[in-house]
């Protein structure tokens, strides 16, 4: 289910709603989703504790990075 969620988190990035960018990116690494390489799990996650944390810029340039890397995996 988490490759729709890929553009999603990407429009919302874009839009600088960085908030719900994070939703999606809790969603795309839900335990219940199918497991993605630990590195797109990683900064995906550290995405997420960076919001967690009230670091808002922080989170952003990780979910940059995640669809950067996402993008090489061909995810989307």
């Known amino acids: 289910g ?10 919302r990035l874009a839009a600088g709603a960085t908030a719900e960018a994070v939703a999606a990116a809790r969603r795309i690494i839900d335990p219940s989703q199918q497991l993605l390489p630990d590195d797109l799990t990683d900064v995906l996650s550290a995405a997420c504790a960076s919001w967690d944390e009230g670091d808002q810029p922080r989170a952003a340039r990780y979910l ?7 993008r090489a995996r061909a995810y989307f």
């Not at 988490?2 to 429009?11: D, G, M, Q, R, S």
């Not at 940059?64 to 996402?70: P, Q």
């Open 2 to 11: 988490w490759t729709y969620l890929f553009p999603v988190l990407a429009v």
């Open 64 to 70: 940059t990075e995640a669809l950067d890397v996402a």
